[in-house]
């Protein structure tokens, strides 16, 4: 019954913005760090960004200055903000929940970023 919702893809042109959601529930989310992955045709899954409970966060060196992940712990939900988009930003994006307990994945969003 665990799941995560993601909502916000689209597509953009080539320089522009796009932010990703991603909701759980409240026991999934506070204790996981969470994270952005996605995968381009042909190509395998790759992790994009990820916060850690408290906040720590890191990224892919092919994204860091334009994109940005945060989390609304009241919200229990984790953004995915993208700017400055590139055609090779295009993509499945997926969000991932990681705990002790287990790792946990949503259905995935489609971004598409035209030149």
């Known amino acids: 019954q665990v799941q995560l919702v993601e909502s916000g893809g689209g597509l953009v042109q080539a320089g522009g913005s796009l932010r990703l959601s991603c909701a759980t529930s409240?026991?999934?989310?506070?204790?996981?760090?969470m994270g952005w992955y996605r995968q381009a045709p042909g190509k395998q899954r790759e992790l994009v960004a990820a916060?850690?409970?408290?906040?720590?966060?890191n990224y892919a060196n092919s994204v860091k200055g334009r994109f940005t992940i945060s989390r609304d712990n009241a919200k229990n939900t984790v953004y995915l903000q993208m700017g400055s988009l590139k055609p090779e930003d295009t993509a499945v994006y997926y969000c991932?929940?990681?705990?002790?307990?287990?790792?946990?994945w949503g259905q995935g969003t489609q971004v598409t970023v035209s030149s």
């Open positions: 991932n929940a990681e705990s002790l307990l287990g790792n946990y």
């Open positions: 409240g026991s999934l989310f506070r204790l996981s760090g």
């Open positions: 916060v850690t409970r408290r906040g720590t966060t």
